[in-house]
């Protein structure tokens, strides 16, 4: 420990229907305590979730250092810039700005699978990986990350590709699968048009699969027929509280690098 001053990063994953929290240990990959659960509310408005993050922090009142949060839309040097599954009242909001001032603490979001991203290359299945690496959260959504050498791009947004005239999230996400009752076959075969058209794109050296469903990769992971290698994320549902976590603690380094 370098001194008093050095204190865990907190991560909050931020869900559409779960907001989680927990200290992240920055050397294991992993929580330093458990992890707490509150059900997201309805609307989920800015000023809503701050009053979430508020009750959640109080959980854990020894944790001072700084707060990562995953917000599943673009962010721009805090501000979020797009609300395709999320409230439309997010649109334009300094969520640093707004979160940092209701629970007084150093606050960092992050898109969500940048945020998975992030960790699936420093922790996970991407670990140690050189190239690029594209990280793809199949979910409510697509969210993507894309890494190179281990440097995110960050809000890459590639679940919003046009596949077969819709969005590829509409026809792809694992909402579409539950959504349409597909069978992994006939979902394995709208994944395959999807990986194909990202690897036209990008030439990948690996794709990482995430988000809920990547528990049943031996479903549909098999059935993919593209050429790139494509594995299952392994930190699954602590990706994002670990790498909100890790980019806040990377973000209030940079910060106290640059005198600020
Ligand atoms: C959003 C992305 C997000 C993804 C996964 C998409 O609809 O545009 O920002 O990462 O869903 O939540």
Redesign the pocket.
Known sequence: MLGVSVTLPFGIDFGGTGIKGAPVDLDAGGFAAERVRITTPRPSTPARIAEVFVELLSHFPDSTGPVGVTV???VRHGVVH?A??IDDSWIGTDADAVFTEATGRDVHVV???DAAGLAEVRYGAARGRRGLVIVT?L?????SALVYDGTLVPNS?L??LELHGQDA?HRAANSARQREDLSWEKWAHRLTKYYRHLETLFSPDLFVVGGGVSKDAAEFLPLLEIDTEIVPAVLRNKAGVVGAALNAAEAAEAARAAGH
């Not at 979910?139 to 969210?143: E, N, Q, S, W, Y």
């Open positions: 599943p839309g673009v797009s395709a599954n898109n969500d699978a959260t979910g409510t959504g697509i969210g947004e679940g919003h999230e």
